[in-house]
């Protein structure tokens, strides 16, 4: 016996998941948006709205390839920038890391060398 009910609404202008307990005194929603952002809500009888119970992202560090290859993201303060490179890497675009868009990721300094010596 399960402890909820699920329905699946597949209608042309949206798709969602209804969970429900069999006494229906608990509404919970999953929403999904186009950019991919996931979000649980709960109905709050008390004033007749879906409240937030939990949502993803919900740390910038939490978006795939935010920080690009050779790079980790840690975000230990909300206001520094949470991409840095790998030892022995360097920013492949040092431009863009300036204005916190570490999406090209980084690239070794031994390679870095190696294309300027070529050019």
């Not at 119970?53 to 303060?77: H, M, R, V």
């Not at 790998?86 to 916190?100: D, I, N």
Request: hydrophobic share 25%; charged share 25%; aromatic share 14%.
């Amino acid at each position: 016996m399960s402890l909820y009910k699920s329905t699946f609404v597949n209608d042309p202008d949206e798709k969602y998941f209804v969970y429900t307990v069999p006494d229906d005194s608990y509404l919970l929603r999953i929403t999904v948006d186009h950019s991919g952002h996931v979000k649980a809500l709960t109905w709050r009888e008390s004033d007749g709205q879906w409240k937030d119970y939990w949502k993803t992202p919900l740390f910038q560090c939490d978006y795939y390839g935010l920080c690009g290859a050779d790079s980790t993201c840690e975000l230990t303060n909300h206001n520094r920038f949470g991409c840095s490179c790998l030892p022995g890497f360097e920013p492949k675009y040092p431009k863009e890391w300036s204005t916190r868009d570490g999406s090209g990721g980084c690239v070794s300094l031994d390679a870095q060398e190696q294309e300027s010596c070529s050019l």
